[in-house]
């Protein structure tokens, strides 16, 4: 009797633990990764992404180009059918974060009294664009833009949205980098008046000093 018991015992503890095992091995045969094997492979995926998130590529060394010292001349449109005023600044460049972003400071005068404004670019790999921040003494808003570099044409296409400070609604903001070589550079600075159409209402003419 005691032998009947023991190998009821033994069955009913062997048989599940074989059943489970045949589980798991049917799991494998069809593809199904343990849990452990799926952490792994998203650490990796992971770690991945923020390499290509974080190195720095051709297009930030494009950036490191503009550091430096430039002297400017900025053409100002208040009214399209008129002439525009002319002011000059200096521009001072440098390079941040192991080269990632472009500090860059603009100080001049425009006739009335002091200019200052101060502006970070970098590029974002993840979305593949030229991200670009602008703020200065004549106003409290940031102007952000993000761009799309031409390669044939050494072109920035830059595209924002700032605060009409009458009407307080936003404004689409158009601006085109045009970089003739290493040395010179022509920022065309462009605001919708409606929709579709813009009118110029600054240019930007910067010389590597």
């Known amino acids: 009797m005691k032998k009947l018991f023991l190998l009821i015992a033994t069955v009913a503890i ?30 990796i995926q992971e770690t991945v992404a923020m390499h290509e998130h974080s190195r720095v590529t051709n297009m ?30 200096e521009r001072d460049g440098r390079v941040v974060a192991e080269g990632r972003f472009l500090v860059s400071t603009i100080m001049g ?10 502006s970070v670019t970098g590029y974002d790999n993840s979305k593949k664009v030229f991200v670009k921040t602008w703020f200065d003494n004549l106003g ?8 799309v570099y031409d390669e044939k044409s050494h072109i920035i296409d830059f595209r924002g949205t700032t605060t009409d400070p009458r009407t307080k609604l936003p404004v689409k903001v158009h601006q085109i980098l045009r970089m003739a070589d290493p040395n010179n550079q022509i920022l065309e600075v462009y605001v919708e008046v409606k929709e579709g159409k813009e009118i110029k209402s600054m240019e930007v003419r910067s010389l590597r000093r």
Do not use: R
Not at 74 to 88: A, L, R, S
Not at 109 to 118: C, R
């Open 140 to 147: 409290t808003s940031i102007l952000v833009l993000e761009g």
């Open 109 to 118: 005068h425009n006739g009335l009294a002091p200019y200052e404004a101060q």
């Open 14 to 43: 062997t048989v599940p633990a074989m059943a489970q095992k045949s589980k798991k091995q049917n799991k494998a045969k069809q593809g199904e990764a343990a849990p452990e094997s799926v952490g792994v492979k998203d650490e």
């Open 60 to 89: 930030h060394h494009l950036l490191m180009q503009w550091a430096g010292h430039w002297s400017e001349e900025i053409k100002v449109w208040t009214n399209p059918d008129q002439e525009p005023g002319i002011m000059k600044t």
